[in-house]
């Protein structure tokens, strides 16, 4: 779908219900473009780490299947609040649910990967709201159980959705692109305009989610990296690598 966006926030650009303007920023000015949007949520920062813990100081409710469906509240709360603040903002907007769409996983309950969605079920939403904001990071299995993708896994989610809509797909990250070293630990590390499947596998890990990479690579599924309401960023499945220009002293 050639007029539909995919946009992934994750915890380090929404930290916390404060930080939610910025997506609806983005949002806006995707929308004013004549696009239809597919927000894709993570949970707050430390959100999910602090729900596993949860569930571990629980042993009597230590188990695969219940620790799968408590941490995803996590994007569900966050879902529902950019949700509610795109609404407030005059933007015709929906939170959605996986089960709504048939986003079916397979796999463990910690560690799956979707394989499916119905298309046409996101088709119908997106004909009574042009946005639509879905809490990522976890699927639905064959019984209706929630699974979650891995850590990270909301990359997957937004990548697997742009996969299956034909869609361009931008992850909204807190550094403008992608980076040959940490930029906040170097004042050396130099940012990629532009990165092939071979390179980004090797410097992009740590700010995408390897098994992210590795399904937009075996679907030749090109996508963006770069900070919101920003027009760098980095391409990623190019052709070939290309450095980004000085950046204006």
């Known amino acids: 779908m050639r007029d539909v966006e995919v946009l992934k926030f994750g915890s380090s650009v929404l930290r916390s219900p404060r930080d939610l303007y910025v997506a609806v920023d983005e949002i806006y000015r995707r929308w004013r473009g004549g696009y239809r949007v ?35 509240t996590g994007e569900q709360r966050t879902a529902a609040l950019l949700a509610g603040s795109l609404q407030n903002s005059g933007i015709p907007s929906r939170m959605i649910d996986p089960r709504e769409i048939g986003l079916i996983a397979e796999g463990s309950f910690t560690e799956s990967t979707p394989v499916r969605v119905n298309v046409d079920a996101l088709d119908e939403l997106w004909s009574a709201h042009a946005v639509l904001v ?56 130099h940012r990629f305009s532009a990165l092939s499947w071979e390179r980004a596998i090797q410097v992009a890990g740590p700010l995408i989610q390897p098994k992210a990479l590795r399904f937009a690579q075996s679907w030749a599924l090109p996508f963006d990296v770069g900070r919101p309401n920003e027009a760098t960023g980095t391409r990623i499945g190019h052709t070939h690598d290309e450095w ?6």
């Open 38 to 72: 597919l927000a894709v949520v993570s949970a707050f920062e430390g959100i999910t780490d602090a729900l596993m813990a949860e569930v571990a100081d629980v042993p009597e409710a230590d188990c695969p299947e219940a620790t799968a469906a408590y941490v995803a």
């Open 134 to 189: 879905l809490p990522g990071f976890y699927g639905i299995d064959s019984q209706g159980r929630i699974a979650l993708f891995g850590r990270g896994g909301s990359d997957l989610s937004a990548l697997f959705l742009a996969a299956a809509l034909g869609a361009e797909c931008r992850l909204q990250k807190d550094v403008n692109g992608v980076y040959d070293a940490d930029p906040a630990s170097s004042t050396l590390a």
């Open 244 to 249: 980004a220009p000085p950046a204006a002293s």
